[in-house]
């Protein structure tokens, strides 16, 4: 069974950072794209950032230019470099694959971030 496990979240002050990190169980070579949602309470799941085996990247409006997403196929990880981070990006951020072919996506259980002064 495929497993992701988000790590780094955490509370931090507005304009400060953070490095979400997605740890696959196998080899991200498996998989098309993989990539960052989040949830905020009583909002809807939204796209944040997605990456292509061939790292290609994707970014919604609201964090472009503030966050990064890349990938180590090394150490089959993701990683999400938050900066600039603003109170509306408190959510709980999730990770997720798409595996080749099939097309399966596979969800992390989630990483707390939370901005707040």
């Known amino acids: 069974q495929v497993q992701l496990v988000e790590s780094g979240g955490g509370l931090v002050q507005p304009g400060g950072s953070l490095r979400l990190s997605c740890a696959a169980s196998g080899s991200i070579f498996n998989f098309n794209v993989m990539g960052w949602y989040r949830q905020a309470p009583g909002k809807q799941r939204e796209l944040v950032a997605t990456?292509?085996?061939?790292?290609?990247?994707n970014y919604a409006d609201s964090v472009k230019g503030r966050f990064t997403i890349s990938k180590d196929n090394a150490k089959n990880t993701v990683y999400l470099q938050m900066n600039s981070l603003k109170p509306e990006d408190t959510a709980v951020y999730y990770c997720?694959?798409?595996?080749?072919?099939?097309?399966?996506?596979?969800w992390g259980q989630g990483t707390q971030v939370t901005i707040s002064s």
């Open positions: 990456i292509t085996s061939y790292d290609g990247t």
């Open positions: 997720d694959a798409q595996a080749k072919f099939s097309g399966s996506h596979y």
